[in-house]
């Protein structure tokens, strides 16, 4: 049978995700109590309210987070999203915060998703999350648009270097099409090939990041 491994965050009333942008307030729209009013004795429901920027949790960018003529969540293919055959790099951070092409090099990565396990989840929700984390390099993202890959996922902050205003990493591969999917976790518990991921979000028109419940499929 197969196994399935959820490397997606648990969102949470009051959780920071993203330095500077803030928390979802999860909330009653309709509490039982109240719904009572609404139905025959015995029944109740609860309808819930919940206010979130985009960038929340594990969330996937599609090229419209970047470009205003890029596709939107909307527009993203399942093909792109979902069920997709992946590999796993490991990143040793001994080696620096930076993953170099090199990373990837000799790897089969046409058409998969891409994930790179840095282990930096091990700090999520902590101080330290938000500082000194690894990223990818520019000439990383270029190597993995030559090499055809589908999707790029990993376990940090950002995939690219937050210590400067650019970002070329969103730059290069949301300009070619390939999704991204940051705040990934529990990748450590995956081996390196031989298992299908997906990461599919809520499919709304001209908007370009939205959380998602990313999982691997181990067969």
Known sequence: MAQFIDLSHIVEAGMITYKGLPAPIICDFLSREASRNNYAEGTEFH???????????????????????????????????????????????????????????????????????????????????????????????????????????????????TDTNTRPVHTILLGNNIPIVEHLCQLDQLPSSGFHFSAVPVKVKQFGTFPVRAYARID
Do not use: M
């Open 47 to 161: 309808i819930g309210k919940i206010e979130l920027v985009a960038n929340t949790g594990t969330y996937l960018d599609s090229p419209f987070h970047r470009f205003a003529d890029g596709k939107d969540l909307s527009e993203l293919t399942l093909t792109q999203i979902a069920e997709l055959e992946a590999v796993l790099i490991r990143h040793d951070l001994a080696n620096g915060r930076a993953i170099e092409a090199e990373a990837f090099a000799g790897l089969d990565l046409k058409g998969k998703a891409v994930l790179v396990n840095t282990n930096w989840s091990q700090h999520w929700r902590t101080d330290q999350y938000f500082e000194g984390h690894p990223y990818l390099t520019a000439a990383a993202a270029e190597y993995l648009v030559q090499a055809q890959a589908t999707l790029v996922g990993i376990d940090s902050y950002n995939i690219d270097n």
